[in-house]
Nanobody
C-alpha cells in the first residue's frame, strides 16, 4: 500500500500558475497526476516512471511539468498558462506493482484525496 496526500490547489485566473504537491508514504516507480472535471471521466495528466521521460497528455504539453523528489517521496505538478478547461479535481496516483512502465489506472493504483483547481476566464 501507499498513502498519498495532495496540496497546492486553489483558484487562479486564466494564464496564471499553480504548483501541486503530493506526499507519498513510500517510493513507487510509477507516479502521476490525474484530473476529473464535473461530468467527465478521470483522465491522466502526467506520469513519470523512474528512469524514463515524463509523459503528458497533449493538452498540457508545454504548460505542465511533473517532477519527482525520490528522497522526500514527493511528486509535483507545476502548472503554467492555466486555462479554464484545466478546472478539475486533481489526484495524485501511484502504481504499486512495477510493470516497467506506468500502466495506471488499474487495480494496483492508489489515489490521493484530490485537490481542487479552479481557473477563471
Amino acid at each position: 500500500q501507499v498513502q498519498l496526500m495532495e496540496s497546492g490547489g486553489g483558484s487562479v485566473q486564466a494564464g496564471g500558475s499553480l504548483r501541486l504537491s503530493c506526499a507519498a508514504s513510500r517510493f513507487t516507480t510509477c507516479m502521476g497526476w490525474f484530473r476529473q472535471a464535473p461530468g467527465k471521466e478521470r483522465e491522466r495528466v502526467a506520469s513519470f516512471y523512474t528512469g524514463s521521460s515524463p509523459v503528458y497528455r497533449d493538452s498540457v504539453k508545454g504548460r505542465f511539468t511533473i517532477s519527482i523528489d525520490n528522497i522526500k517521496n514527493m511528486v509535483y505538478l507545476q502548472m503554467s498558462s492555466l486555462r479554464f478547461e484545466d478546472t478539475a479535481m486533481y489526484y495524485c496516483a501511484a502504481e504499486i506493482k512495477d510493470r516497467s512502465y506506468c500502466s495506471f489506472p488499474n487495480g494496483d493504483t492508489y489515489w490521493g484525496q484530490g485537490t481542487q483547481v479552479t481557473v477563471s476566464s
